[in-house]
T-cell receptor
Framework: NAGVTQTPKFQVLKTGQSMTLQCAQD?????MSWYRQDPGMGLRLIHY???????DQGEVPNGYNVSRSTTEDFPLRLLSAAPSQTSVYFC???????????FGQGTRLTVV | GESVGLHLPTLSVQEGDNSIINCAYS??????FIWYKQESGKGPQFIID?????DKRQGQRVTVLLNKTVKHLSLQIAATQPGDSAVYFC???????????FGIGTKLQVIP
């Protein structure tokens, strides 16, 4: 049972580059989300989705895009990377929006 | 020993002792609470949850206590083991993804 799978695990980008963080879940969860985790701060919601074709912004959406074409996949795109986007990114899925979330292993992103 | 607050303090306990990790949540409208465990380099992992109509819930070696009067949540770990070493953080949910707040966490160190 793979759960939530994120790729890549580590990434270094130059300022201005774009990239996509991949996230896939095999639990048939309708709800998926992306968070960033920074030192001294709790997880912050970037974008989330309540089902295929439906996405919405979270607390810190600027500089990121998402799409949800299938139930399984929820990629996060960085349009033009900035040093402020250096962080650890977590994808999560859940049965509902008021239930425990299942997290991936994270992607550690460094923007130089 | 016990730890208080949403900062990232460190709690050191002897193997075999009980651990108490505290969380002061912010919003009296929150009606669902979750404790997560995050090991170094990994994603958060669900431990236990509790809804606001309860004041105590027990799992395997863990107990969560909820005091709505003072907006306080605690996680008790019985017979702490080296594998319990991790960062523990609470999350409060006021209903929906947009209304989830994650704490910063407490680092638990188990001394063999």
């Amino acid at each position: 049972n793979a759960g939530v799978t994120q790729t890549p695990k580590f990434q270094v980008l130059k300022t201005g580059q774009s990239m996509t963080l991949q996230c896939a879940q095999d639990m048939n969860h309708e709800y998926m989300s992306w968070y960033r985790q920074d030192p001294g701060m709790g997880l912050r919601l970037i974008h989330y989705s309540v089902g295929a074709g439906i996405t919405d912004q979270g607390e810190v959406p600027n500089g990121y895009n998402v799409s949800r074409s299938t139930t399984e996949d929820f990629p996060l795109r960085l349009l033009s990377a900035a040093p402020s986007q250096t962080s650890v990114y977590f994808c999560a899925s859940s049965n509902t929006d008021v239930s425990e979330a299942f997290f991936g292993q994270g992607t550690r992103l460094t923007v130089v | 020993g016990e730890s208080v607050g949403l900062h990232l303090p460190t709690l050191s306990v002897q193997e075999g002792d009980n651990s108490i990790i505290n969380c002061a949540y912010s919003n009296s409208a929150s009606d669902y609470f979750i404790w997560y465990k995050q090991e170094s380099g990994k994603g958060p992992q669900f431990i236990i949850d509790i809804r606001s109509n309860m004041d105590k819930r027990q799992g395997q070696r863990v107990t969560v206590l909820l005091n709505k009067t003072v907006k306080h949540l605690s996680l008790q770990i019985a017979a702490t083991q080296p594998g319990d070493s991790a960062v523990y953080f609470c999350a409060e949910n006021q209903g929906g993804y947009q209304k989830v707040t994650f704490g910063i966490g407490t680092k638990l160190q188990v001394i063999p």
